[in-house]
């Protein structure tokens, strides 16, 4: 890729000298040209404000020093020479100058400047100046090699500072590359460090935050799978000793236990839909009457209570609804019941609040809350999880006698 970038650098200043170039070196021979006539009709100027009109009867002209290579002389009336140097009458080119015209014209290879000599109004001679187009092919080169060079200078520095540049970017882009290539071999734990190229430290701010995405949502999925394990294999347990238990007891016994256990397969398969449904991605759920809830819940607990006689109350100060999914819901309530069954003692109540604008539900037995640590077990870590993932918080109150949960959810806006 560096290759490429010097490529593409180097190509546009090729293109930009091109451009600029041959233009700026017609414009060069130009300006040399005009500015070497200027000089000879200065120097015809000048010679011709010298000249007195005796030159025609034989007065000597002295004319003044002129560069190597230049032709200057004075010229009569009728276009022939009369000192200097030059062609021995004036070219075609010049001889408007017999007419009171100063002429700044090419003659063959050469440039010639003629100025007229007048005596009052009248046109007595002609002052020619001329110069070999070899001098200013010999000045342009000059300056055209200098431009070359300024060319040539250019280009090193646009290649010096291609080359920085090419580093600087290609170096982001390969360690973008890299973090990319780590991030799907899984390793979410990458990062791209600011290069201070906005688009690509936008696009490593992206990378950055995809992978914190993943990360974490792997993450939540590893311990989800760990705690829904969990939340599984309670319900198989039961049905396993309920089963046992009527085999042990036989009779009538075995017929109560298998009522049991198909009701205890009966929740595992609730269990299974709603796992699955909390794992896999969904819209946002529709809000749900608690209170039919809590009577779900009602019908599942009671008879497991009942059988250690510990009563199970439910108490609605009024209907409220809970803008949360309903089978993650459900089972942060199975989960809490399962504790209070397990854990407990006492009376089990669960009740429903309206709380700061949110629904409050409390599930409380009368056990010894010292007896249980923040997050104890990974049924409550479950909970904790899916509470969160529904925008709510489970808390534990350690304050009163018993022993105190409370899943705050969310209430429907407005």
Known sequence: MR?????????????????????????????????????????????????????????????????????????????????????????????????????????????????????????????????????????????????????????????????????????????????????????????QDASGVAELDAAGEALNRTAARLGETIERERAFTAHASHQLRTPLTQIQLELERGLERGGDALGESVRAAMTTADQLSRTIDDVLDVTRARPAPAPFPVEELLEECRGTWQGPLARDDRPLRVVVDEPLLVAASLPAVRQILTVLLDNAFRHGSGTVTIRCRESHGAVAVDVVDEGDPQMLSDGDGLGLTLARSLASAEQGRLLLDRSGPGTRFTVLLPAPAG
Do not use: M
């Not at 070899?134 to 280009?155: D, H, M, N, Y």
């Open 3 to 191: 290759r490429r970038v010097l490529k593409v650098a180097l190509t546009a200043v090729a293109v930009a000298v091109l451009l600029l170039g041959i233009p700026l070196a017609f414009a060069v021979q130009h300006i040399v040209t005009n500015d070497e006539r200027l000089g000879l009709e200065r120097l015809a100027l000048r010679t011709a404000l010298t000249v007195s009109p005796g030159f025609r009867a034989g007065d000597p002209v002295e004319l003044p020093a002129a560069p190597d290579g230049t032709e200057l002389g004075v010229y009569d009336a009728r276009g022939a020479r009369v000192t200097g140097t030059g062609p021995a009458g004036l070219e075609s080119g010049a001889t408007p100058a017999l007419k009171g015209s100063v002429v700044g014209a090419d003659a063959g290879e050469r440039l010639v400047a003629a100025v007229p000599v007048a005596d009052g109004e009248r046109v007595i001679g002609v002052v020619r100046a001329a110069a070999p187009e070899s001098v200013v092919q010999l000045r342009t080169g000059g300056w055209l090699v200098a431009l070359a060079a300024a060319c040539v200078f250019a280009a090193l520095i646009a290649a010096a500072f291609a080359a920085r540049q090419s580093t600087r970017l290609v170096a982001p882009v390969t360690a973008l590359a890299r973090a990319a290539h780590a991030l799907g071999a899984g390793d979410f734990g990458v990062r």
